[in-house]
């Protein structure tokens, strides 16, 4: 069975890979072990998303009287959030199903495996290995949840982010061990819903790629909740004790005594919870994908390509988590592009790593792009730096939320914008004119000369720059 382009993995690489290649006039097959549109669609950018809707949802009735709004004996159902969590993942992938047969992309579900000669061999659910070759091979087979020695995952009381997608119960307390966007998110909404979360960090800062003004303004928002907070501190070792079956309605469940670590005084104490989650990271899908006896070379975990994703295998590619750069959907969707375009033949732009955007759906939001403050100094440029309060904002006020700031950084001598930082409600939807704007050269005077609504949040992008060069009027 011949085809063009075979894509190994149908998350938001895999399916777009497909998609751009069929639209291109190649006939094309995506193999998919599991669900259709990966990890991201159904395990995790958008079900968490909808949990944290409902978070947010949950915290709005429990300050309702401060709108004026009367609505009293508002509960949070973990479980009926779960179940409309799962709806909306279960609706996502049949939007990329539907996407697949719109565009006469062939669906062999299964698992994959590169075989040389242009082959790959797929081995469905009953064992049975069909072999389908391809001019084309793009490897997009994701990553998953990373598992620590000191924090063995055994689904009921050390989970992983997929169990804490579907906890069946509402724990009464609960370790996060990294604070990453997926640590963060999840320990944002346990908290939310009555939680009591303690949050373990290694860096000296929570979301550690983030600017340390970005961090200190979560790290209060959190602590503010009623979080325990504990930076460049290490989990040692969990010991469980009692009943280990998961808790449910008429037992107890086990405990979990957490050892965790100073890191900075030396000391270590014992933080006692129900459940802990390791979201310390992901490791790629490189297992078992047939990569040694095809010759496909990888190092530390990651596949080897260049600007385009062609392996040092001629027709092999890869893209997404499995190669090197921000383990990200939307830079999976950017390099399937790119990927998918250069084999066809196509001019390709190449993806500007430098300009990728990071967004965390906490409350108060993050979003930024480009370097941090710290980094650009480290990189020797001169910098001014602008920021503005959302507590001076209109719209922010008006909302009920004025937590958080836009954080501009400028280079001084040619008014480029180097960085952009934003904290407060939206600003993920606020990132992109940034990523635009540095994309296509706009200047920060630029950007703040182009004349911005009023009320909005956005506003505070213009504000921000004003403020880097001493002319902010309202901050």
């Known amino acids: 069975m011949n085809y063009d382009v075979i894509v190994i993995g149908s998350g938001p690489g895999g399916y777009v890979a497909a998609v751009k290649a069929s639209q291109l006039g190649m006939k094309t097959a995506v193999v998919e072990r599991e669900n259709l549109g990966g990890i991201c669609l159904n395990w995790g950018c958008i079900p968490t998303k909808a949990l944290l809707k409902s978070a947010q949802v949950y915290n709005y009735l429990g300050h309702a009287a401060a709108y004026g709004v009367q609505a009293e004996g508002a509960e949070a159902n973990l479980e009926a959030m779960v179940a409309r969590s799962r709806g909306v993942a279960e609706t996502m992938s049949k ?3 539907f996407l697949l047969k719109k565009n006469n992309v062939d669906v062999i579900m299964g698992t994959g495996r590169v075989m040389s000669g242009h082959k790959v061999a797929v081995t469905d659910a009953e064992g ?4 389908y070759e391809a001019g084309h091979i793009i490897i997009a087979t994701g990553a998953r949840s990373k ?7 055994d689904g009921k009381h050390i989970i992983g982010y997929r169990e804490a997608m579907t906890l069946p119960f509402k724990p009464k307390s609960m370790v996060v061990c990294g604070s990453g966007a997926i640590g963060s998110e999840f320990a944002f909404f346990y908290q939310s819903i009555g939680v009591q979360v303690t949050l373990v ?5 929570i979301l550690p790629n983030e600017d340390e003004d970005t961090a200190s303004q979560i790290s209060r928002s959190f602590r503010k909740m009623g979080m325990k907070v504990m930076v460049q501190s290490s989990v040692e070792k969990v010991d469980i004790e009692g009943d280990q079956a998961m808790p449910g309605d008429n037992q107890a469940g086990a405990v979990c005594h957490v050892t965790i670590k100073d890191m900075k005084r030396g000391t270590e104490s014992v933080v006692d919870c129900d459940v802990v989650l390791s979201a310390v990271g992901v490791v790629t899908n490189l297992e078992n994908l047939g990569l040694e006896e095809t010759g496909i070379a990888f190092e530390r975990g990651k596949i080897t390509v260049d600007d385009y994703y062609q392996t040092n295998v001629p027709g092999y590619y890869a893209i997404g988590d499995v190669v090197h750069g921000p383990a990200l959907a939307h830079v999976a969707s950017a390099e399937a592009i790119c990927c998918v375009e250069h084999l066809a033949g196509h001019e390709a732009k190449k993806v500007n790593y430098n300009n990728i955007p990071g967004c965390t759906y906490t409350t108060p939001e993050v979003a930024s792009v480009g370097l ?10 001169e910098i001014l730096v602008g920021k503005f309060f959302f507590k001076a904002s209109g719209k922010a006020t008006a909302a009920g939320n004025t937590d958080g700031f836009i954080k501009m950084i400028v280079d001084k001598n040619t008014d480029e914008i180097v960085g952009c930082h934003m904290c407060g409600d939206n600003v993920t939807e606020m990132i992109a004119s940034i990523v635009v704007a540095r994309e296509n050269g706009v200047t920060a005077k630029q950007l ?8 909005t949040m956005s506003e505070a992008v ?8 001493g002319k902010a009027i309202h901050g």
């Open 95 to 97: 939007g990329v199903q």
């Open 462 to 469: 213009m504000e921000a720059v004003e403020a880097a060069y």
């Open 448 to 455: 703040a000369g182009a004349v911005h609504p009023h009320p």
């Open 372 to 381: 941090t403050e710290k980094k650009a100094l480290e990189a020797g440029k």
């Open 128 to 131: 049975n290995t069909t072999e």
């Open 201 to 205: 960090e290694f860096m000296p800062q």
């Open 147 to 153: 598992v620590m020695p000191a924090m063995p995952q």
